[in-house]
């Protein structure tokens, strides 16, 4: 069966930047299992994996503008120490939840702290990153309506 919409996924892979530097393993956790079509994962590695099968091998190398996209300096802002309230101990690299103006909820990680001037980047981690990816195909089947409806894969038990 081949990849292409509205069908369950199930990959290893190994994702590392242009140094060869390993960025995420799935060997550590197991396959990932995604539902294909529904945006689960980065455009450039699902346009990838479009109409591969059941064991394949693919290697690909993702642009940003088809990951995480370029990094955006807008998106970097120095705060006062007083808006980490209930936060005792600030250090480089805490990652918080923060609110966006349209209600939903983003993850900003500390650059840099000067006294009481603290740096936090919006931007993903990876975002300007290329990233390259080595990617076995375990298996593929029909999405459940359900998993349809829902736009995501569903455990064994629901």
Do not use: C
Request: net charge negative; proline share 3%.
């Amino acid at each position: 069966m081949q990849i292409g919409s509205n069908k369950v996924v199930s990959i290893d892979y190994k994702l590392t930047d242009d140094e060869g530097r390993v960025i995420d393993d799935s060997s550590e956790r197991g396959p990932l299992d995604y539902l294909h079509g529904a945006g689960n994962i980065i455009p450039g590695l699902e346009q990838a994996l479009e109409g591969k099968e059941e064991g394949e091998q693919v290697q690909v190398r993702v642009e940003p503008a088809d990951a995480y996209g370029e990094r955006d300096e807008e998106m970097i802002h120095t705060l006062h120490r007083d808006q980490f309230q209930g936060v005792d101990e600030l250090a480089v690299g805490m990652q918080f939840q923060a609110g966006t103006e349209n209600g939903g909820a983003q993850i900003v990680t500390i650059t840099a702290i000067n006294g009481d001037d603290v740096v936090i980047d919006a931007n993903h981690p990876l975002a300007g990153t290329p990233l390259n990816f080595d990617v076995k195909v375990r298996g593929v089947r029909e999405a459940s309506e359900e998993e349809v409806s829902h736009g995501h894969v569903h455990a064994d038990e629901g």
